[in-house]
């Protein structure tokens, strides 16, 4: 059984980086492809790159480059997601999705992400 | 870049068919895929690369694409299925995935 499980609710104060872990169990790691997405409050589903673990390297788009980091640890079956210079805006819901190709398949719970002071 | 375009919502009376659209330039040339969210609750695959059902999704739920617009049916509504819906593809030129603004299916 596929499955993907995040990591718990976090509190962040704005200018600082919060780390998001998602586990995944079951078929082929390495080869599977992993995305973050996230929701704020209210709003839509929004695309914040991804990464195939077994390729090394993730696809991030432009508006997220210089402060989202995606990696993938292939011996804890787990792939992060890094923001850094956090906003009162990046309060949102983030998703992990696993799938090959560009369907995700599976989803993760979310992780509730809340930037104040 | 590639932008999706959906109603922000759509009503639909109970035992009757919705229909969903999700329109785009040439969009019909590309795979797009439906997720379900109810409130509170992580997206669900219900139509993937068009007309493909995800296991254990019921067959009142049917996707098209064509030219420049992809629609999600789901016919003989029940209450259950009122909930947003989001269409999704891959746009190849950029190598980024996207979303549709979402659209909120009310079960009248």
């Known amino acids: 059984q596929v499955q993907v499980v995040q990591s718990g609710a976090e509190v962040k104060q704005p200018g600082s980086s919060v780390k998001v872990s998602c586990k995944a169990s079951?078929?082929?790691?390495?080869?599977?492809?992993f995305s973050w997405i996230r929701q704020a409050p209210g709003q839509g589903l929004e695309w914040m790159g991804g990464?195939?673990?077994?390729?090394?390297?993730?696809n991030v788009p432009q508006k997220y480059q210089d402060r989202v980091t995606i990696s993938a640890d292939e011996s804890s079956s787990t792939v992060y997601m890094e923001l850094s210079s956090l906003r009162s805006d990046d309060t949102a819901v983030y998703y992990c999705?696993?799938?090959?190709?560009?369907?995700?398949?599976?989803w993760g719970q979310g992780t509730l992400v809340i930037v104040s002071s | 870049s590639y932008v999706l375009t959906q109603p922000p919502s759509v009503s639909v009376a109970p035992g009757k068919t919705a229909k969903i659209t999700c329109g785009a330039n040439n969009i019909g040339t590309r795979s797009v895929h439906w997720y379900q969210q109810k409130p509170g609750q992580a997206p669900v695959p219900v139509i993937s690369?068009?007309?493909d059902r995800p296991s254990g999704i019921p067959e009142r739920f049917s996707g098209s694409n064509s030219d420049n617009t992809a629609t999600l049916a789901i016919s003989r509504v029940e209450a259950g299925d009122e909930a947003d819906y989001y269409c999704q593809v891959w746009d190849s030129a950029s190598d980024l995935r996207v979303f549709g603004g979402g659209t909120k299916l009310t079960v009248l």
């Open positions: 690369y068009d007309s």
């Open positions: 999705a696993r799938g090959n190709g560009d369907f995700f398949q599976y």
């Open positions: 079951g078929g082929t790691f390495k080869t599977s492809g």
């Open positions: 990464i195939i673990p077994i390729s090394g390297s993730a």
